[in-house]
């Protein structure tokens, strides 16, 4: 079965500072990638995603995610944050076979102040 | 779109009755839906998966029973709370795949429940 690791629990920035969120994965076979954002009060958001291809991913709203499948991670990534970014974001995984479902991680609080 | 919806947004019921969330795929054939609770502040943590016109899977530890979950046709499914208590309240989400789509899954608003 797979599992999904987020290690930052809440991370707090400025304005303009450069955001790095880390997700692990562990599964033996192929697998979809997917980071979700969630803003207060509202539902899920998909920021990005990865089922094959090019490793670096591109997102809506500046974000980037790069797949290292040696280290079973997809970390993502912006270069400079706004108060606006400020939500909690999930990273997700799928075997890659039809009818599995999506098992998120933990997910990371982003707090950036003004 | 690929648009999901849930309702109700918001219920509150008292303790021992019953509580049905629908979930409806509004443009497209959902073959398969899941449903997920999530805790606040918590990671989203499924609950079951169901495809249309079969049983639905539930993961360990949640009760199938309890959680009733009917997915009738391509468009909706149906998560019924039975004999709810305080310990159900929570924020449910329904997602659903697309019939031409094997990974990406479409979520819907959620529901919030309070059981009193």
């Known amino acids: 079965a797979q599992s999904v690791s987020q290690h930052n629990h809440h991370v707090i920035l400025s304005e303009a500072a450069s955001l790095e969120l880390g997700c692990n994965y562990s599964y033996g076979g192929t697998v979809n990638l997917f980071w979700y954002v969630q803003y207060p009060g509202q539902h899920l958001q998909l920021l990005l995603k990865y089922f094959s291809g090019d490793p670096l991913v591109k997102g809506i709203k500046g974000f980037e995610a790069e797949f290292i499948k040696s280290k079973f991670s997809f970390n993502l990534r912006k270069p400079s944050v706004q108060w606006s970014d400020t939500a909690e974001y999930f990273c997700?995984?799928?075997?890659?076979?039809?009818?599995?479902?999506?098992?998120f991680g933990k997910g990371t609080t982003l707090s950036v102040s003004s | 779109g690929a648009v999901v919806s849930q309702h109700p947004s918001r219920v509150i019921c008292k303790s021992g009755t019953s509580v049905k969330i629908e979930c409806r795929s509004l443009d497209f054939q959902a073959t398969t839906m899941f449903w997920y609770r999530q805790f606040p502040k918590k990671s989203l943590m499924l609950m079951a998966t169901?495809?249309?016109?079969?049983?639905?899977?539930?993961e360990q530890g949640v009760e199938k029973d309890k959680f009733l979950i009917n997915h009738a046709s391509l468009t909706l499914s149906t998560l019924t709370v039975t004999s709810a208590h305080p310990e159900d309240s929570s924020f449910y989400i329904c997602s659903a795949r697309a019939r031409d789509s094997r990974y990406e899954q479409y979520f819907g608003p959620g529901t919030r429940l309070t059981v009193t």
């Open positions: 169901s495809n249309e016109g079969s049983k639905a899977t539930y």
């Open positions: 997700a995984v799928n075997a890659n076979q039809a009818g599995t479902a999506l098992i």
